[in-house]
């Protein structure tokens, strides 16, 4: 038969490099499990609400009068929502141009941007063009935009911490660049050495590529690490001396579980340290709905603010905004809610507070129990979850178990996350999915399992693991990694 | 914002080609028909071959026009391009100093957005997607008076099938199961044929498909994808971003836009010879900026055709709900297929739908999906890959999408309203589209043909050769000047016709029939004055 147009051997060669973990191998056999009856708890992915955390009652009034207007106009709808809703829906309806159902402006409704806008003045002490931020159908969106528009071919480097959201690495496959890893220190609590960043450089120099580009994430994915003022200034300086763009994800933002190390921005810290660098340091920093304690994944909200980036390329990522006409609605709806949230005094003011507070102070609680929980286990070492929603603990393992590991044709983490899935029904994602040191072994598990299933949860892994440990040791003890 | 063109001496031969590029489009002092496609094309393949050799980066600016990635600054996008932003402008003189034009308002007739120019929505649907964002609702009494009762009944149907109830929880990446049941019964229902709830993938709108698609086929440009000229720029644009090569097909304006085989076969082989590796055949059905329904038959021989050269069958069908001709309907390919006898092993098959289209016309929700049959299984994990990479689509979109699929019936409470609500919306278009078209007909020089679907009209305007000058030294293409005098004139955004394609030396330019029927008089006669003036002053 002649060759037909999606027959394998003739797809995208970059298409086939992609991975994507936290939706691969182990996921589709959690989701196999399931269908077959096992329970299964999903911690592959970072989805609040899949895990029962209930959303924010006003963000969801306000969008669901936005949804449907014909309520605004019914005299009983004071009976069903408070009126500090029906204002902000009016306020919000008014800023689009026919309502959810029409596009918006390809960057996002103009009068979105300028909440956001004014967010970022609030929350960092320095003035934003709305001009320079766009509105995107989540973050992951804008990331791959602004990374399409970077990389030209294969010498084109992206400087990526390792380990790292496979977002990063599944995009710059998918565009033919080049990932230049940077490993964080996991002794140092996945601190990052620039001495590192600058070997990294000139490695990836010495073979053809040139780097162009510098992501970090902070809050950390998987590693959950807070970045410190000082870290960003070097890091901001290491991007001016080697002319990087800067990729700030900081959708995890909001989830801060420690007080030493406070969320401060990039852009505040770049601005800060005042020119050259603030005049010349290219950033494109993102953020999200779908995680904070709004955990709003299934709207698809996001946005990215360019800072320094010359006006002509503003317009090329523009144009190509424009060929996908404009994010969805609905979400930049729940983006100016959470940038420009409710003010004391407000009716639904206490309300929000209260579920606000819950869901992050449970969150600071269950990072705590989880970290506790794997340190207590046998070969198992954790470091603690300072921000976003994971754990990523290292587990030992012994030469037994990863040479059975080779015999089943499994990569070592695989075998054993497979293992604890098919015993315990927990899903969770190898850390080679993310990236790793050679022959150091890890998983990735959200913070997210309602709080009162946490100590159970702890109990049938640690049970699993330490039998795990038991099964695959020889009695001299575990081995050093 | 403007696009602006790169000027000045640049270091590469890529940016004398990229330049060279743009002036295309923007006809900057080159002849009008150089707008031909094969050019573009030419220069597409050879500013690509010499993308290996970039510019070394200014040290402490990576991220400039100079370095970045050139498919970016190849690809163009007309529907919000230029004349959108002089529209704009207009827009914000209006509102500092009203008065200050010959019109009080502009008219955005560039874009196929319903919602934006006063077309309401289906109520029932908006009640749904209300509730299933705010499920609590659902308890309280007083929800009984505020929603009708299928509403609720529908919504409660899709809540269970989302686990948790959480509807702001990623979902399967291909879309929540449930719902991808109800569109493939609604599939089956439209055709006669089953559709199987695994070859769906719910994206946001339908354009994120076509790009997945895009994506998937090309890995280079001597990957070719046939594409109808006229087409809507969104399948230029993507190819160019993907770094493909788009090989055209005209259609035929004699024969009301008639899409012949006979001209498929020739473009096929003509890329062929030259080395090509034509791998799918895109086809608007309805047709845009065109309008035109298929035929059955015709559909048959496209389906013989891309059955016979190997092809991917990519079947643009965002606007099946909008027909205005009583003797033509619409038929999906994957039913044509099918009754052919056709099935999985006999073609590859993308069928796309949008919620953004039809009378429903929900453009910001990007509700949509694509429809894939006939593929392995091993490329149906590699487009599951891919999806899985953005996690989901959102899901108020993929809700929406199970109710275009799957409406009111006969019997249900708000079938009545919500099929009062669908005609009026579709009958109101069918009189604005022969108003327009008939209004279009009626100007000197311009003759338009019918549009029988969708929601456009695409004139066709043979400019007098004094325009045609003044246009050459304003350095503006001949139907973006015509363009441009038009909305400085009278407020309406139209897009000039090369920003879809258009043969060689003939112009065009597109025109959506969405402006509210109470406008379209005051449109028609404005248009008409304007015209009138034009024509007396640049008739030869």
Redesign the interface.
Known sequence: M???????E???????K???A???ELYLRASELQKEGKKIIFTN?G????L?QK?L?FP??V???C?????LD?P??G??FPADAIARAKHYLSL?????????D?RGIPGVRKEVADFLLRRDGYPSDP?LIFLT??A??GV?QIL??????PSDGILVPVPQYP?YS??IS??GGTLVPYYLEETANWGLDVNDLRNAVSQAKSKGI?V??MVIINPGNPTGQCLSEANLSEILRFC?Q????LLGDEVYQQNIYQDERPFISSKKVLMDMGPPYSK?V?LVSFHTV?KGYW??????GGYFEMTN??S?????????A??????????QIFMGLMVNPLKPGDISYEQFIRESKGVLESLRRRARIMTDGFNSCRNVVCNFTEGAMYSFPQIRLPPKAIEAAKSAGKVADVFYCLKLLEATGISTVPGSGFGQKEGVFHLRTTILPAEEDMPAIMESFKKFNDEFMEQYEDHKGYSRM | MRRSVIGGAKRSSLFLLNQAHRSLHHHLGSSPSSSATALLLLLRRLSSSSASSPPPPNMSNPVTVQSINPKVLQCEYAVRGEIVNLAQRLQEELKANPGSLPFDEILYCNIGNPQSLGQLPITFFREVLALCDHPTILDKAETQGLFSADSIERAWQILDQIPGRATGAYSHSQGIKGLRDTIAAGIEARDGFPANPNDIFLTDGASPAVHMMMQLLISSEKDGILCPIPQYPLYSASIALHGGSLIPYYLDEETGWGLEVSELKKQLEEARSKGISVRALVVINPGNPTGQVLAEENQRDIVEFCKKEGLVLLADEVYQENIYVPEKKFHSFKKVARSMGYGDNDLCLVSFQSVSKGYHGECGKRGGYMEITGFSPEVREQIYKVASVNLCSNISGQILASLVMSPPKVGDESYESYSAEKDGILESLARRAKTLEDAFNSLEGITCNKAEGAMYLFPRIRLPEKAIKAAEAAKTAPDLFYCRHLLNATGVVVVPGSGFGQVPGTWHFRCTILPQEDKIPAIVSRLTDFHKSFMDEYRD
């Open positions: 002649a060759p037909k147009g999606l027959d394998y003739l797809l995208n060669e970059n298409v086939k992609v991975q994507y936290v939706r691969g992915v989805n609040p609400h899949a029962g959303p009652t969801r009034q969008v669901a009068l949804q449907a207007p014909f309520l019914d009983n709808v009976l069903m689009t141009s026919g309502g959810l159902g029409a596009y918006s390809s001009e159908d989540g992951s969106k791959m399409s528009t970077i990389i030209r071919g977002l599944a995009a998918l565009f040139t162009k580009a001016y080697e002319g990087l763009v010349e290219q779908s955990g709003e994944c299934g709207q698809r980036i010359p002509k390329t503003v317009d090329e990522i523009y144009k190509v424009s060929i996908s006409l404009s994010p969805n609605v609905p979400a």
